[in-house]
């Protein structure tokens, strides 16, 4: 790998002579600028083909990228949309960069530094918001980006795709008062996230619907963890008329539900039904299986992937996108034991 | 940002000149390449320092990348080994390109390709084996690599990080022992993975150092999955004497073994003990919570990053790192209840 070979191939500063241009001009024909006149792109571009030009350091182009972005990786629904990323970008034959930054809302500053210089095909960031000089700096730079919000709470001009919060909280409740519960309680999310309280709107609409009352002692704000699950249930399992069903918001917090009804030594679900909410994987593998509602997270990073490619190729796209929420049923739900007054 | 700006700064081209070498040597300097003399090397770093020569093009430097490839996306310890690179390279400013390529033993052949046109200043690999023209690829270009081997299974030329799996298979069996357990199954990992072999042996031994006697019908082989836990584990616990504890060889295949018994009607720990194998986040949230061996999957993916590092800086590092493993204990184990005989 000495000069022998480098030499055999024409240079760009050779390129530049022959053009009569500079090296910077003919560099920024390479990198696809638009501060080129196109008469002088049309010459380097020929001079550069008619040569056989190895464009070895347009390292954009050649192996393209797609930027993924969160603030948090180590919540159990991450590595599913990560997945749905990854397999769409690699059918576009682009690889994945992966980063973790900032905060709930937003990526840390640093961040936009790193993907100006890599000049990604496009953004995916899992975050409820994106400040707006990040936006500038994208948009200036051609950047196309996409948000992809399961808390569904994004801004009316940022593409995003999300998922059918108020429908999964309806078909979970739903499902309960089927199965004959009628005291049911409810764990949702944090109270300054949409999701959450649409999921709560959706189990009250699903009791109005049947004529159940809708009883304030029974709802909890959770954290969509697994502690803040198992807090709250042992709250509502020491009520005095505790509720014979739960629907616990997350997977995770599911399972806090189920450990707390372990403790108190109620057996799910012959004295206790569970239904969780993401179907992440531990919803199959708990013991018992869970109950949930299924959100289509794969799904959703593929279709981010999808809306960058149309963002980038100039064809018009939606701004919002939700994808539809399914009832998965497992055996963390049965009817209610009948039990003594 | 017209030509203005770029003219007023030097260009490589310029600098080749005033060095009297070609251009490709002055590439070669800034991209820390080996085969330039060191007085050339000194001569074109003047020239470059003198006139304060802003990098632009070198993107690799900039925003250096680190490869990340796994086979498989879903296992539930991808995501601990991802942050742990994750939090090291970021330490470093650089990104993390994540890609799910090939088979358990070797990354499929066109993504070698991609790794060379990014040129990362290094590649960590999730495999138990890398083909000899992918070593040979990376070697030409310069581009160390790093084995995450959790299969305990390296190639003895390949840089590798992995763990103490042997020492593990004796923590888990020793702690069973030691709460008085004498009937102990094992499930461990597929028959032809050289971790699976290590836990067995460590139990094996366990059993002997406390005088126990080794019953082969305790023994069983798994997947590392739920369902061959569940499957393995409804065998044990038909069998006449059944045993009254399981070290299961992975954390999933502890929750398999958890559903089987929760299905045949025993309670876990009361009437049979299960640890598992990883400690990945499900080993917390598992109810009840699982008494597991320890494997630190983090630290692994950072340690790999360290290696990568060490290698490109050519200091000397070691081809083989297993890090300790250690026995968590929670819930999952107790004390055997008495039985009638």
Redesign the interface.
Known sequence: ???GE??RRI???EV?QQAGV????V?KVLNGRQ?VSSATRVKVERLLETHSYRRT?R??R??P?IE?VFHE??S?W??EL??GV?NLA?AH?A??????SGTRHAPAPDWI??VL??RPIGVVLVFSSLPDAVKRQLDARSIPFVIVDPAGDPEPDVPSVGSANWSGGVAATRHLIDLGHRRIGIITGPEDMLCSLARLDGYRSALNMAGLAHDPSLVRFGDFH?EGGYARAMELLQLPDRPTAVFAGSD?QA??V??A??VRGLRVPEDLSVVGYDDV??A??????LTTIHQPLREMGEEAVQMLLRLRAGEPSVTRMELATSLVVRKSTAPPAARNP
């Open positions: 790998m000495g000069d480098e030499n240079t760009l500063a530049a500079s090296l910077s001009t560099s501060d350091t390292v954009a050649e192996a990228l993924l990786l180590d159990v991450s590595m990560i997945r990854e690699k034959q690889s994945v960069v992966l980063t973790e530094e790193g210089q890599r697994v995770l399972l806090g189920m450990e009804a372990r994987m531990i199959r593998w708990s013991s018992p299986p």
